[in-house]
């Protein structure tokens, strides 16, 4: 599945690496922070898997942050 955030990270990464540090720190904070939101949580986990695979992910990785989405989605309703 094609995600452009994936790709715009990716090459900030390259280009600015402190920056991005930086970034992954403060996105650690976030999911750590106790206002968070499940779906925030969601969807920042997923980036953190993607960088720490080298901006590769298995599908079954792929499909868990998805049925995980959905439903936290769901519960929102």
Known sequence: MFNPVHVYYNCMYLLLQ????????????????DNA??????????????????WKISSVVEDYYCDMLTDIMANQS
């Open 18 to 33: 402190e920056k991005a540090e930086e970034l992954v720190t403060k996105i650690r904070d976030t999911i750590l922070a």
């Open 37 to 54: 939101t499940a779906k925030t949580r969601c969807l920042l986990m997923e980036l953190l898997e993607l960088r720490a695979g080298q």
